[in-house]
């Protein structure tokens, strides 16, 4: 993010004259607390003004590096989703079958009781049949660590349905990602391209960066299908077809490597361009890298031959064959790089139909992305110090900067295609050089960061050592068993999806259902919405979630819930654990997880409580804690089995990962003049408070660029204990990893897929970047299915957190099918004409818009503003509910018909090396609908019956902090938030 | 019918420059402005069926999307929508009550809901759609350029801005006195060709919208190197000799 001031505006106005009829002074509120904003994952820093214990108003606070005092549409209209009538008020137990919305309103002692029960009976037996999984969780450092303690591998957040692809493919890759992980050089890019943003991730500092990048005279090009919200401000629109990016991009990089536009300079020093790759094939040793005999990776040095690959004064020989001293033949990396992409298949006139860019124009913005690059270099008069301790007396960068996220993210070729961009900016020398793509701290960190997943060895009453989620470096770290068969219910870290790291909530239910690979007793899920917009083909999951067995037991016959709202997945759960809102609890926006830490430095936050909750409800993380204390969870007792934690806060501050590790990395040791390691500092929180709730470390300018390669910078981390060494962070343009699993694919070590994902484990893991038409295409008719269909994000809503806000719901509360003119015209649709959307998968109905900004060959609709009727809080006849619509209906969360090799085996509609859900591969077919069939939506699903003691809904709301008034409306008060 | 102030020379005219160039239609604005003053000089600010079908409040901001033009070369617009405070404003003059007023002292055209007898005759003048009629106290109620914020001397001094302008995150809005030739929204306006909406209707408005900045130059024309035959057989030969250092 810009790292300027918040600019302070003069006061245009003197004092005014007398107005009898305005109180030009009245205080805001009585009180003013600091926390950060949970209306979406962006993480801003918040003030909120309170009177008479009400909330007066909502403020970005000007301090907060994360926002610098701007709130978005959802931050500002956070009173009504804390005030809403959907929030859950009580404990729940269901009495009826599910799905009937039969509960009754238990105590906390009983719910706990329950709970305890549950987990306790599979903790004892199998803790594999505890399948955990957490939604749009802040606090996965705290729930992936209970269940490592509780003993289970069925942990994973909301990431393997969300942006696993970008957070895979960057730190394989570059030691970083893009998504929240990176941020463009807003203060220096003279270029910047961002692909497939749906107005999503990272809300504020993007909206923030690109109005300073249109104030400093930047190109801003936005690649996507779709010219909405920040497409709409770009220079240029590229309105690429779905799935393609990839095929773009590595037309791009035809173009520069046939112009002999790439900084070869950069490869050399920072990647491992110049590093040798054994060339042996059908031998074990295939395109691994040619290493010493210390294991360190060797290149070919022009003078003396091959040599160790990381010697200052290497001057590399990039192309060619050379023999080995053991005499096998090994080329550069860069030579078989330039190869594969300079080969015709790539040429921008290969690609342009497929694409739907002309061939010209890849050429053009391949020669302005070029000429940016190295004609109009960014140069710092700023010295620094490699890691070969040689100084430098400037920092010339390439101010090319990229960003991408969910256009990329949300197809099987997505982390390819990923990693393509990730080679484009290497050739380009745009990695954390002035100007370009900048890490945010922790990162960068080693290529791929150790230690792998744990989750072998499940047994009774035992943890799991490390972390539930974590970084395979080749065959040995998949949890799978003797024969290959996955280890966990999800199937991540298979050979169905080798590199998973955030796992695949997607598919836990569909495999519970079918007991694949095991059946499971618990589901115990956290803010999630399963059996709705969360779900690809949520009728399957309602399905799955009613079953029974022969015996009568529900097919999963456990299901604990923890969510703040009545939410369409409340029914379907045994057993409700009502969590607060955002402005109601205690949370730790941590290292170990998603911090909000920037190019400029670490940094961490926390949500400090601002109102009591004035329902009976708790804090999910508290009530973590405390089952974990009744479980008996090792790290959740002490010595004589009390509680080791008192609440959320307490484990926030005291709890240790590693000695003088812990959630927060502000003000540590018994002082608080510790940062990052340090022993627990019993203030800590109040130093948190009183600096606005949030830490944040400055980096001095030497350390700012070049981070994977500076001295001081790895140095710095290392004593952080953000990186365990101050090794340089080689990039890898070839990925050894994914070599080593389609070596295992073709017959070499001792660990080998199953025979029927051989072809695909071999295709897949392909050690450079591929494109591939998406998985979902191939087995079906894309000629009878000839749209792609997507969704963006509406910038006032995030997922379905905002059909209960009566001020945003207002802005958005139905959605239509949003299509080409030109494409309407010829299939004879009109504006607001109701139509079917038919896939391979199902059909639905919905009503559609023409416009203009929308590849011609692309449906897409906002995402998740269709509810069913009676979630929510909202009446049965809400637009949501009738007119509003999920594209998910038509979704199938499997693949189409795999092949004979192996019947009946289904696969995941997915990324087949990230298993990242692949939601925008979607393909449809569009037809008018009857006359008769307009006006509503299909399918709808029968109205969900309202929790008890739902409050009722009021005909008009007067949300009035002030309350100063004796002025009454004409209409009867009711009023919410008193 | 109501009267306007006389307009004298270096009259204070605040308002608010709203930049088509940045807007990315995030309703932040209209948002941020419906909090603060739902509980500040005009409010509440009531929805009618907030959690039913009909749901229908009262906002002071409103954003409108639509787009310009056709295929790529068209373009996406995010339209922010508020009072524009005119320096005649037909809704003052309309006004049979004395209701609705424009201040001498900055512009700033207010309703006095003691005075308002809801019979939307101001609704009816005001061409842009700025007034919104609080169906419940059967008054008017419009924009106050957050009239309790801007002199709010309980507010620290940089934050004395409307909510819309403070709040928004492409820093998109811009507040200050448009009467002041060397004020830095008159500038704004000057160097970015800042206009004025429907100036032709006569109610000369005060708030300029900023339009769209010429798409950046990145200044190059596509570079066609022809490859050399070398480069034909096998372009990698190319760099097979290149000298490289770290």
């Known amino acids: 993010m810009p790292e300027a001031p918040t600019p302070s505006r003069p006061m245009p106005a003197a004092a005014p004259g007398a107005d009898p009829r305005v109180d030009y002074s009245p205080p805001v509120g009585d009180t003013v607390k600091t926390t950060t904003c949970y209306m979406c994952a962006c993480r801003c820093g918040i003030r909120v003004h309170l009177k008479d214990g009400r909330i007066r ?135 910047f391209l961002m692909f497939g943003v749906a107005e999503d991730h990272d809300s504020n500092p993007i909206k923030l960066g690109l109005a300073r990048l249109k104030e400093r005279g930047a190109k801003f090009v936005s690649v996507n299908p779709v010219r909405t919200g920040y497409s709409a401000i770009a220079d240029e629109w590229v309105g690429i077809r779905p799935g393609t990016d990839g095929l773009f991009a590595m037309a791009l990089i035809h173009e520069l490597l046939r112009n002999d536009r790439v900084d070869l300079d950069f490869l050399a020093r920072y990647t491992n361009a110049p590093w040798l790759v054994v060339r042996n094939p059908r031998g074990p040793d295939d395109g691994l890298f040619a290493r010493g005999g210390d294991g360190r990776p060797l290149a070919w040095d022009r003078a003396r031959g091959v040599v160790d690959a990381s010697l200052a004064d290497l001057s590399p020989v990039l192309v060619g064959e050379v023999a080995l001293p053991d005499g096998r033949k090994a080329k550069p990396v860069f030579h078989l790089m330039a190869e594969r992409y300079l080969g015709a298949d790539y040429a921008p006139e290969a690609v342009a139909e497929r694409c739907g860019i002309p ?47 969910r256009g990329i993210s949300a197809h099987s070729n997505g982390f390819h295609t990923c990693r393509a961009l990730h080679l484009l900016q290497m050739l380009l020398g745009a990695v954390d050089t002035p100007g370009s793509w900048r890490y945010k701290s922790p990162f960068p960190r080693p290529i ?38 996955p280890l966990r219910i999800d199937k991540a870290f298979s050979w169905e999806a080798p ?149 959320y806060p307490d484990y926030i501050v005291n709890h240790q990962r590693a000695p003088g590790v812990g959630p927060l990395a502000g003000w540590r040791g018994a002082d608080g ?131 209960m806000n009566a001020w945003l719901r207002q802005i958005m509360a139905a ?128 109205p969900l019956r309202e929790p008890p003691g739902a409050p009722p809904r009021p005909e008009i709301l007067r949300y009035d902090a002030s309350a100063r008034r004796g002025r009454g409306g004409r209409r009867s008060r009711e009023t919410i938030g008193d | 019918m109501t009267c306007l102030p006389d307009i004298v020379p270096g009259q204070k005219k605040l308002g608010l420059v709203i930049d088509l160039d940045t807007c990315v239609g995030c309703q932040a604005c209209a948002t941020n402005c419906k909090e603060w003053n739902a509980s500040g000089h005009s409010g509440p600010l009531p929805d009618l069926h907030p959690y039913s079908a009909g749901a229908e409040g009262v906002w002071f901001n409103r954003v409108h999307s639509f787009e310009a033009g056709e295929g790529e070369r068209g373009r996406t617009v995010h339209f922010p929508r508020s009072c524009l405070h005119c320096e005649t404003p037909a809704c003052v003059t309309v006004c049979p009550t004395g209701a609705s007023y424009k201040r001498a002292e900055d512009g700033i055209v207010l309703v ?14 005001c061409p842009y759609g700025a007034r919104e009629l609080d169906e419940d106290e059967g008054v008017m109620k419009k924009c106050t350029l957050c009239i309790d914020r801007i002199y709010n001397e309980t507010i620290p001094e940089a934050q004395r801005q409307p909510a819309c302008v403070l709040t928004c995150p492409t820093r998109a809005r811009h507040f200050g006195d448009l009467g002041d030739p060397e004020s830095e929204v008159s500038r704004l306006v000057r160097e970015r060709g800042g206009y004025a909406l429907m100036p032709e209707l006569g109610y000369a408005p005060v708030n300029r919208y900023l339009p769209p900045r010429r798409p950046a130059d990145a200044g190059a024309a596509p570079r066609e190197d022809t490859p050399t035959p070398m480069d034909v057989t096998n372009p990698l030969l190319r760099w097979v000799d290149r000298v490289l250092s770290r």
């Not at chain 1, 990602?177 to 890019?189: I, N, S, T, V």
């Open chain 1, 673 to 803: 003049t510790k940062k990052g390691v340090g022993e627990p500092n019993p203030d800590q929180l109040r130093r948190y408070i009183e600096n606005g709730c949030f830490w944040r470390d400055h980096l001095p300018p030497e350390q700012a660029y070049f981070k994977h390669a500076n001295r001081d910078y790895l140095a710095g981390a290392k004593a952080m204990g953000l990186v365990p060494n101050e090794n340089q962070i080689v990039l890898q343009i070839w990925s050894e990893p994914l070599q080593k699993f389609r070596l295992a694919a073709q017959g070499h070590g001792p660990r080998q897929p199953p025979m029927h994902l051989r072809a695909r484990v071999a295709r897949y893991c392909d050690p450079l970047p591929f494109w591939y038409a998406p998985l979902e295409h191939a087995g079906q008719d894309t000629e009878h299915f000839a749209l792609s269909a997507i969704t963006q994000r509406p910038m006032p809503m995030y997922h379905s957190w905002g059909s």
């Open chain 1, 499 to 647: 590199l998973a790291l955030h796992g695949m909530m997607h598919t836990v239910i569909g495999n519970a259902g079918a007991g694949d690979p095991y059946p499971i007793e618990v589901l115990f899920m956290f803010m999630a919405n399963m059996a709705w917009n969360s779900a690809m083909n949520p009728g399957e999951v309602i399905r799955i979630l009613t079953e029974k067995r022969e015996d009568g037991e529900y097919r999963i016959p456990r299901v604990i819930y923890s969510d703040a709202f009545f939410s369409e997945t409340v029914p379907y759960a045994d057993l409700i654990l009502p969590d607060t809102t955002y402005l109601e609890r205690w949370d730790c926006i941590s290292l170990l997880d998603r911090p909000i830490g920037s190019a400029h430095g670490a940094g961490d936050s926390i949500r400090q409580p601002v109102l009591p909750p004035d329902r009976d409800v708790r804090p999910f993380q508290d009530v973590l804690i405390e089952l974990g204390a009744r479980l008996g969870l090792p790290a959740f007792v002490k010595e004589d089995g009390s509680p080791r934690f008192r609440d």
């Open chain 1, 448 to 485: 791929p960061p150790g230690p792998p997943p744990a989750g072998k060895g499940a047994k009774p009453n035992t943890p799991l050592a490390g972390n539930l989620l974590a970084f395979p470096q080749g065959p040995d770290d998949l949890l799978v068993d003797e024969a290959g068969n």
């Open chain 1, 359 to 405: 061939a010209e124009r890849i050429r053009r913005i391949a020669a302005e992305i070029a000429e940016v690059a190295f004609d109009r270099p960014v140069v710092l008069e700023q010295p620094w110090t490699d890691v070969w301790g040689r100084r430098h007396e400037r920092m010339v960068g390439r101010p090319v900067a990229f960003h991408a996220m």
């Open chain 2, 112 to 125: 006095d809901h003691d005075l308002c007898i809801g019979c939307q005759l101001c609704a009816w003048a």
């Open chain 1, 815 to 942: 959605n239509r099918l949003y299509m080409a003119r030109a494409r309407g015209e010829a299939l004879g649709i009109k504006d607001d004409d109701w139509v079917w959307v038919e896939s391979r998968a199902g059909r639905l109905k919905c009503q559609v818009k023409l416009m203009e900004g929308v590849n011609p060959d692309t449906v897409w609709t906002w995402n998740a503003i269709g509810k069913r009727a009676g979630a929510w809080g909202l009446s049965p006849d809400s637009p949501e509910a009738v007119r509003g619509f999920l594209l998910n209906h038509v979704i199938s969360e499997w693949l189409p018909a795999q092949a004979a090799s192996a019947p009946g085996h289904r696969l995941a509609n997915a990324d087949p090396v990230t298993g990242q859900a692949a939601w925008y591969d979607l393909r449809v077919r569009v037809t008018r609908a009857a006359p008769e069939e307009a006006g509503a939506t299909e399918p709808r699903l029968p």
């Open chain 1, 57 to 191: 108003y909502i403020e970005g606070n000007p301090d907060h590096p994360v926002n610098r005092g701007v709130l978005c549409g959802k931050g500002s209209a956070g009173i009504m989703t804390h005030y809403a009538p959907a929030r859950l008020r009580a404990p729940l137990l269901r009495v009826g079958e599910r799905g009937s919305g039969e509960f009754r309103e238990i105590s906390w002692d009983e719910a706990l009781d329950i709970a305890t029960g549950w987990l306790r009976n599979v903790r004892e037996t199998d803790p594999r049949r505890l399948a955990f999984f957490t939604g749009r969780d802040q606090s996965q450092s705290l729930t992936g660590f209970w269940a490592a303690q509780f003993g289970t591998p069925n942990f994973a957040a909301h990431g393997g349905f969300c942006s696993v692809n970008m957070a895979a493919a960057g730190q394989y890759t570059i030691g970083g990602a893009f998504w929240e992980f990176g941020e463009p050089d807003w203060d220096h890019a003279r270029y």
